[in-house]
Every structure is written in structure tokens, then in C-alpha cells.
């Protein structure tokens, strides 16, 4: 197999050329598990990559290609082996652990697959929650802004059971981007809903973006969800294979087949 990357159609054009700027850079990223050799794996092998501003990148791959690693590892959750993860001009890798903890609470968003909401606690103070957590002041402004893009404002006073699946995890992800996080990172978000609730969630992804100018990275193993991103990046063996701007189901299925 080859590991020299594919790229289908240049750099995604969502803004205009120049303008792109990096705001996650990975260089020379390498994750071993296992001190041994006959328990070794390389999880991600020697992985440079530039994430940028404003777009929305999905992470595609087959199970055990290392997408899981390369999302922990860019958002500061896992330690790498060797190698450099650079956020907003901060570089994670030299942080000790009190100050990445800080540094990823104030900068990074996170959407899991289990929405982890509080069950006493209504739709409103979940949303909170990590804000009040961090002593930090919530910009109202801010909060209606995203209540009203996410169409969460009918559903505020509501406690999790008395919401759907795909309104438990706009509401994560309406957590996630009151902070307003410099790269919000979401882990197969839609892995435990309905088709239906699915493309609530990746539209509500997609508008934070198009809208609200959040740079959203997303792990999936699902073909159409990956292809509602700017670019896809295509993870084998522990490296980026393939880098598709504007990808479709049809460019995704070309490079993954
Ligand atoms: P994916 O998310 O694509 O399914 P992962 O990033 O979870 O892949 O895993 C990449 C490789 O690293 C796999 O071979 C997996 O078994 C291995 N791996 C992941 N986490 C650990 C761990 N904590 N200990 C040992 N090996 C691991």
C-alpha cells in the first residue's frame, strides 16, 4: 500500500486563497502504545498536518487506523510519543498537565458520542455547566446567538430525558461552543443517533461553522456525515493517506474502496 498522500482537488476553497489560516498543526506526531516490541503499535506514524480556521475537517478510516489517537492527541486528551501539536500558537506537547488542563478547558469544545449531560439539570444550567465549572461570565449575547442557531430556545428549561437524542447532543454541542473554543472536536457525534437526528446534528456542526465561524474537527465512520465537511482527511495505517477538499460521498468512497 502506498503512503504517499492523495489530494483530490487542491485545498479546500472555502475561503479564499491566503486566507487560510492554520490554527491546529501537527508535526512529525508519532503515538506508540506498548513499551515491547510484541506489544508495540504505532497508533499514528510521523503525522505532519495544518487544521485551519473556520473550516470544518472530518477524519475518516477504517476501525483501528488511528482517528481516535489523532484527534486526542490534537486536542491535547492523549500525550504523543515524539513530535509537536501546536494550538492557537500554543504548543500542547511542552504543557505540563495542570496547564494543558487549563488550555484545553478555555480552547478546545469537545462533542463525544455519549452526550455526558447531567440528568438533574436542565437543558439551560447543562449548558452552562463548564462555564460556571471555570468561574468563568457567560456573553448572553453569545448564548442567544447559539440557543437560536441551534433551535434550542423551546427545549431550555427541559432536563435530558425530555429530549430526543439529536436535541441531548445539539445540546452538548451547544456546551461546547459557548465558550467559544478556538477548535471544537467532536467523536463520532452521531454515532448513537437515527438517520433523522444524524443530519440535525451534522447541520447544526455544519451552521457553527458556516454561521458562527467555529472550526469543527470530527471523527465518523460514516461516508455521508464525513462528506457534509470542507475537507476529509483519510487515516490508515497510523498516517494521512488521503486529503479531499469539498469531499462527496462518490470522492470519499474513490480513496476509501
Ligand atoms: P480508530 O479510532 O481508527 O479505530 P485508534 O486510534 O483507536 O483507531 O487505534 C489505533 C491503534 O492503536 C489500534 O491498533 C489500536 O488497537 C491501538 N490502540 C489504541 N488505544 C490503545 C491503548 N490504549 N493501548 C494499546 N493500543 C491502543
Given amino acids: 500500500m502506498s503512503t504517499q498522500m492523495q489530494t483530490a482537488g487542491g485545498p479546500a476553497p472555502r475561503h479564499d486563497a491566503g486566507t487560510r489560516n492554520p490554527i491546529v498543526q501537527l508535526r512529525g506526531v508519532t503515538k506508540i502504545y506498548g513499551r515491547t516490541d510484541d506489544v508495540r503499535v ?90 460556571r465549572l471555570a468561574g468563568r461570565t457567560v456573553d448572553k449575547h453569545w448564548m442567544d446567538q447559539i440557543v437560536r442557531t441551534l433551535q434550542l430556545h423551546e427545549r431550555l428549561n427541559h432536563k435530558p430525558h425530555e429530549l430526543s437524542g439529536g436535541q441531548q447532543q445539539r445540546l452538548a454541542v451547544a456546551r461546547a461552543l459557548l465558550s467559544r473554543p478556538a477548535v471544537l472536536v467532536a467523536d463520532e457525534p452521531t454515532g448513537n443517533l437515527d438517520s433523522a437526528s444524524s443530519a440535525e446534528v451534522l447541520n447544526l456542526l455544519r451552521s457553527a461553522v458556516d454561521h458562527l465561524g467555529q472550526t469543527v474537527i470530527m471523527v465518523t465512520h460514516d461516508v455521508d456525515a464525513a462528506s457534509i465537511a470542507d475537507r476529509t482527511l483519510v487515516v490508515r495505517d497510523g498516517r494521512i493517506v488521503a486529503d479531499i477538499a469539498q469531499p462527496t460521498p462518490e470522492k470519499i468512497g474513490d480513496v476509501t474502496r
Avoid at 510521523?46 to 476501525?63: A, C, H, K, R
Avoid at 483501528?64 to 501539536?85: E, I, W, Y
Fill in 42 to 131: 504505532i497508533a499514528l506514524d510521523d503525522v505532519d498536518l495544518d487544521i485551519y480556521e473556520g473550516e470544518f475537517t472530518s477524519i475518516m478510516g477504517p476501525s483501528g487506523s488511528g482517528k481516535s489517537t489523532l484527534l486526542h492527541s490534537l486536542a491535547g486528551l492523549d500525550s504523543v510519543t515524539s513530535g509537536t501539536v501546536t494550538i492557537a500558537g500554543r504548543e500542547l506537547t511542552s504543557m505540563n498537565d495542570k496547564v494543558l488542563t487549563h488550555f484545553r478547558r478555555d480552547n478546545i469544545g469537545f462533542v463525544f458520542q455519549a452526550f455526558n449531560l447531567v440528568p438533574t439539570l436542565d437543558a439551560r444550567a447543562n449548558m452552562l455547566l463548564p462555564m
